[in-house]
């Protein structure tokens, strides 16, 4: 079979799911402000936001990861994929699985985890396509031909042990019959805390890893703060799933614990973090942010930054008590999975199209466009969500203040994520063109001719 | 023996599995063994009958948690917007949830909390409720002072009539173990709706 036929397959997937959830997610917005556009069963809010998390989570986000380290490994490793045939079919049983997984929630076939609504059989088949790509991980590794493991191999050798365990944790153990009420709570919080800290936070900071130091032409500016950050994370992140739970039902010590742990969390993030901006600092001012990728880069980490400020400040408990539960929460996810994680994403589908398409990138100034529309757009979009999610956080304070006043108090800023929203799908679809164009279109020879081919 | 983690894969894997197998179990396995309650309890706990359990599952398909939590945080603010007729709503304990085969905590409020709402409607007030949610909530003029609707809850009309039926039954039982309508000696009042 051809070399990255996986990898390319799932880039291609990955960004048409893109599309749809984001498609789902301006629907959900726009029933925030006319309740009655598509007032039907399978269009209802609750199904719409879970077709918007699961398309965006598994069948944009884990899928692009997923694809482009398929064609990072084996450049890091100077190998080829372990079996490339396994990589195919691993690619086909998870579309499949999660096409049946989605029409399942269309049609009401849930389970009650959060980012983990795909129903059985489906999420076990999505289980045995992890297992799948843990083999391919696992056997490039082992059948390496450069003796150290960089960082990149680290983080995903990493997510795929703990995703392992974290999957079948939120959607397997947590179903099972005897675990329920506050004990079943606990587990999905882990899970749906964990995917995203222990699968897109080590995937995503995997391919920044290897795109920053590649995309600049200079070395990462520090080993160790390469493995501070790698091996403090995969011992702190884990204990904060209860921070979901503060001031509720569960045990208190249980809620401390996720407390110190999440402030913990600045340290492993702090230490990424400088790494990235010292790889840009030194890198030759001229050149360092030209064409999208690394704009994309940049503009991420410092998401990432923001995203992992906010986690740890807003699991005090006299924070939390105004910001759980309100839509500052959405904002705040929203900046971890589309600002940080998606960002990075879309720099590693930029860096890798071309080189699957053999040619190349269709044009540089339209994805410079689609990076400024999204960015400009994106914070408007982040800030309505925090500060209406403050205001209702402190009207919900007031008990003169009734239920219905304070949702009407935030209509401008439902407006306001709406319009803006609708401008980061409109930059979608200048990113979706460029990456089409790039593996199918016809464009001027010469382009072609002095593209640079993929090793 | 010199072991040199970055050169070796059964290193790098056991190492990250290990440091994070310390965090999972704690945090996963040992908080039921610690707290009991999260799991049993000897206060009685009200078992779903056959009605209610349906509804439980429509409950779940319909997504019903993404808009409303089943927690009163203790929290003062939780207690009284919750609460009902001069009676603040108590704070949910752990014990309250152990038949719940479904969790349904939530993590988001776009509409108001459940934990106690059982006894809180009468079921009539429930059904019209689900069959036209945003024409039962308070109104507020616009600019040019048309009173408006406000309510964004979507209308459940499609749902049968027997659906509704088991879907309130389930709602009707939401807070109930904890029989918190007491007055200030604290006399039961048991002056739900039915």
New interface residues.
Partial sequence: MKQDTAAKMMIISACAFFGLALTMGILTAL???V?TVG???YL????L??LHTNINLFGWLLQANMGILFWILPRILHTKLFSEKLGVAMGVLYNLALLGGLIGIAT???K?V?YGEIASPFDYLVAVCWVMFAINV?GT??TRKV???YVT??YT??AV??TT?VYI?GNMLSQM????????????W?Y?HNAVG?IFTPLGVAIAYYLIPKQLNTPIYSHKLSMIGF?VI??????T??H????????H??QT??II?SFSLIIPVMAVITNFFGTFATAPRGTRMVGPIPKLLMMGTVYYILTCLQGPFQAIRSVN?ITS??DW??GHAHMALFGAFSYYAMAGVYYVAPKLAGRKLYSEKMGDLHFWIMTIASVPFFAVLWIGGVIQGFA????EI????T??ALKHAHWMRFFSGAFIFGAYCLFFYNIMQTFFGKYREEDEAAAVVAE | MKIDVEKSLLWTATGAFLIFSIGAVLTTIVPPMVNPEMWKTDHPVHEYTEQELRGIAIYKSEGCVYCHTQQIRHLESDERRYGWRLVNAPPSDSWEYVNDRYNFLGTKRTGPDLARVGGKYSSEWHWAHFKDPRNMGEKFPNRKGIYEKVSIMPSFDYLSDEEIKDLTAYIQTLGRNKNWRVDAEGQPLNDYEK
Wanted: proline share 7%.
């Fill in positions: 029933k925030f402000v309740p007032d039907i069963e209802s809010m609750p199904r936001r879970m009401g076939h849930v009650n959060e696992f590794v082992a003796k150290y493991l191999v680290w050798l990493g042990i703990w365990f944790t019959p005897m675990v329920a009420g506050t004990n079943q709570a606990n587990l999905i882990f749906v222990l091996w995969s011992f702190v992140y884990v204990w799933g209860a979901h739970m503060i001031h509720g039902p569960s045990p010590w249980l614990v996720s742990f008590e539960k309100t929460v959405v919900w304070l007031n008990p009734t239920f219905v006043q949702l009407e």
